[in-house]
Every structure is written in structure tokens, then in C-alpha cells.
T-cell receptor
Framework: NAGVMQNPRHLVRRRGQEARLRCSPM?????VYWYRQLPEEGLKFMVY????????ESGMPKERFSAEFPKEGPSILRIQQVVRGDSAAYFC???????????????FGPGTRLTVL | AQTVTQSQPEMSVQEAETVTLSCTYD???????LFWYKQPPSRQMILVIR??????QNATENRFSVNFQKAAKSFSLKISDSQLGDTAMYFC???????????FGTGTSLTVIP
């Protein structure tokens, strides 16, 4: 059973360009979470999605950032008009069940490292 | 507010020795789960050990064990017989029973010295 997959692993963008980060959850998982790790910091929650629904986007910046998890295909985190401060590692995690809490274990992908020049 | 504090940015230990990484947290919830994750240079997040807050018995996983003090909101990780492969960033984290997101500390960079 393949784990959570993210691509690309590394992404370089110039200021003002768009970045698209993809996450394919583990097989059978219908819940996806995005986290951002700034340099020298821990992971910070951004958004939680189920298929075709955003459940919690309390950690998402209000502008330029959006996320989707369509019925078919991977979840996409989109950053428009990137700035240098967006440079970070972006991690996706997925889980199986609807039950909240730690026993609803989240499995992390390898992350995408975004560098904005 | 939900917070996690790791007060040791860097630590080192001699191979085969024992090291303890500290973590304190704050939450008003009574039911939650605590975790230690390892992040090697590959940046993959690897689950090391987890603890249910309602359990008094400290979790153990081979060379890894925790000292969970609920009243003090402390959750330290002990690594016994340290190995070179243990060199990594270690993150303490928790998730509440009613929440969907993990709260992470800022990490401790552990170096195992041969």
C-alpha cells in the first residue's frame, strides 16, 4: 500500500508566479490535511479537506492561497503570486476515518520544498 | 490556546548513550493524544511514539519511551542506546479529541556522535 505521495518534491518559482502542489492520499483515505513548515519551525496546520469539501481552513492565509480535493484526482494546494515568504516545506497528510482526534491517525507525505527566488 | 514548547533547540549524545528530549504543552482539553515525530534530513515525518492522555502508563516502543506527566503537561522522550540513525529533528505534537489538526513544537535537533 503506497503511502501519501506529494509532487513535486522540489519546486522553484520566481516572485509573482503560481505554485501548484499535489497530494495523493493513501489508498482508501478520504481526508487530507495540509501543513506548512517555515525554516527553523515546526509544522503549522493550514487546511483540512474531505472529497469536494473544505472542512477547516482556519490556518490558511486569507489571500493567494487556496486548496481543493476533487472527487477524482489529487488534492491541490495553490499559491498565487508567490512571494519570498512563501518559501517553506509543505506537507500533506491523510487519514481514513471521520473520527476526530489522535486515533484518526494522520500519515504524512514527504513534503514539497518550495523556493521562491 | 493550544501550544507546544520544546526548549532544547539542539542536543547531542554519544552513540550507545541515553538522551532525553523535553516537551511541554498547553491545552484546555482533557482528552488528547501526544506524539513524537522524527524528521531526518530527507524531511519525511516519521512517527516515533504516541501516548493517549487518558492512559497513565507511559508508552514504549523499543528503544524509545516517554515520561508523560499529565498534571505538569510534560511529555519527554527518552532514547536509549542511541544509534547514528537517530540523528534527526524531533518534533513533539498533540491533537485533541475534538480537533482535526496537529499542534507541533519547534523541534529539537539531535546529533548522535560516533
Amino acid at each position: 500500500n503506497a503511502g501519501v505521495m506529494q509532487n513535486p518534491r522540489h519546486l522553484v518559482r520566481r516572485r509573482g508566479q503560481e505554485a501548484r502542489l499535489r497530494c495523493s492520499p493513501m489508498k482508501g483515505h478520504s481526508h487530507v490535511y495540509w501543513y506548512r513548515q517555515l525554516p527553523e519551525e515546526g509544522l503549522k496546520f493550514m487546511v483540512y479537506l474531505q472529497k469536494e469539501n473544505i472542512i477547516d481552513e482556519s490556518g490558511m492565509p486569507k489571500e493567494r492561497f487556496s486548496a481543493e480535493f476533487p472527487k477524482e484526482g489529487p488534492s491541490i494546494l495553490r499559491i498565487q503570486q508567490v512571494v519570498r515568504g512563501d518559501s517553506a516545506a509543505y506537507f500533506c497528510a491523510s487519514s481514513l476515518t471521520l473520527v476526530t482526534g489522535g486515533m484518526n491517525e494522520q500519515f504524512f507525505g514527504p513534503g514539497t520544498r518550495l523556493t521562491v527566488l | 490556546a493550544q501550544t507546544v514548547t520544546q526548549s532544547q533547540p539542539e542536543m547531542s549524545v554519544q552513540e550507545a548513550e541515553t538522551v532525553t528530549l523535553s516537551c511541554t504543552y498547553d491545552t484546555s482539553e482533557n482528552n488528547y493524544y501526544l506524539f513524537w515525530y522524527k524528521q531526518p534530513p530527507s524531511r519525511q515525518m516519521i512517527l516515533v511514539i504516541r501516548q493517549e492522555a487518558y492512559k497513565q502508563q507511559n508508552a514504549t516502543e523499543n528503544r524509545f519511551s516517554v515520561n508523560f506527566q499529565k498534571a505538569a503537561k510534560s511529555f519527554s522522550l527518552k532514547i536509549s542506546d542511541s544509534q547514528l540513525g537517530d540523528t534527526a529533528m524531533y518534533f513533539c505534537a498533540f491533537i485533541t479529541n475534538t480537533g482535526n489538526q496537529f499542534y507541533f513544537g519547534t523541534g529539537t535537533s539531535l546529533t548522535v556522535i560516533p
